[in-house]
């Protein structure tokens, strides 16, 4: 399978414990991408990476969140102190063009977070 | 900052009938792009438009973005039970490269 996956697909937690998701993109793929989307919206974005270089993150990103991209392949979303709020499907999309517009975001299957 | 809303939220049909979906930004779009996600599973990429009033077409889908780019619409002519889900509309606006998704319109079509 050569598409974006996405591990684990689901997790249930306790709140106030630590989670980290995986993110395996398509292998050509420069620019990864990680969203969250709650019941009823669209995806909300959170951060990117292009390559190894994270290069913008969202306000919605507080300090429990930090995300890695430590070789320009794989990425990990951490959040830390798990909050009932943070209960959301968070997607990892990648894509292989650098410039702005004009690429086609690929997207996982998401992993489903539920804070007890 | 900018929004991206879509009109109706959601939408229920009979099989066989026309839909039409309606994405308006709150400003200039270098892009847009449709994707659809079916129910329990992820945004799927469907087309992406560039050119100010272009109009393409897959099968019985029909997207069009407006000539101020800061609209767009997609259309399904004679629905299908297979057209159920979600479809969002998404831009790159100004001086970022976040993408940023419509609210999305849910397409429920009954056979």
């Known amino acids: 399978d050569t598409g974006v996956s996405q591990n684990p697909r689901h997790k249930i937690t306790k709140r106030g414990q630590n989670v980290t998701f995986r993110c395996d993109p398509i292998?050509?793929?420069?620019?990864l991408y990680w969203y969250r989307q709650t019941l009823g919206q669209g995806p909300e974005f959170l951060t990117y990476?292009?390559?190894?270089?994270?290069?913008?993150k969202s306000r919605l990103l507080s300090d429990r969140f930090s995300a890695e991209r430590p070789k320009g392949s794989f990425s990990t979303l951490e959040i830390q102190r798990t909050e009932q709020g943070d209960s959301a499907m968070y997607l990892c999309?990648?894509?292989?063009?650098?410039?702005?517009?004009?690429?086609?975001?690929?997207f996982g299957p998401g992993t489903r977070l539920l804070v007890l | 900052g900018q929004q991206v809303m879509q009109i109706p939220q959601y939408q229920h049909v009979q099989e066989g009938e026309d839909f039409t979906t309606y994405c308006n930004s709150s400003?200039?779009?270098?892009?847009i792009q449709w994707y659809k996600q079916r129910p329990g599973g992820h945004p799927v990429f469907l087309i992406q438009?560039?050119?100010?009033?272009e109009v393409k077409k897959q099968k019985r889908l029909t997207f069009q973005f407006g000539e101020a780019k800061k609209n767009s619409s997609l259309h399904i002519t004679a629905t299908q039970t297979t057209d159920v889900g979600t479809y969002f509309c998404?831009?790159?606006?100004?001086?970022?490269?976040?993408?940023?998704f419509g609210t999305g319109t849910l397409l429920a079509v009954q056979p």
């Open positions: 999309a990648s894509s292989s063009q650098g410039g702005r517009g004009g690429e086609t975001q690929y």
């Open positions: 292998s050509e793929h420069n620019r």
């Open positions: 990476f292009q390559n190894e270089a994270q290069l913008e």
């Open positions: 400003t200039t779009l270098s892009n």
């Open positions: 438009l560039v050119k100010s009033g």
């Open positions: 998404a831009g790159y606006g100004g001086a970022t490269n976040k993408l940023i």
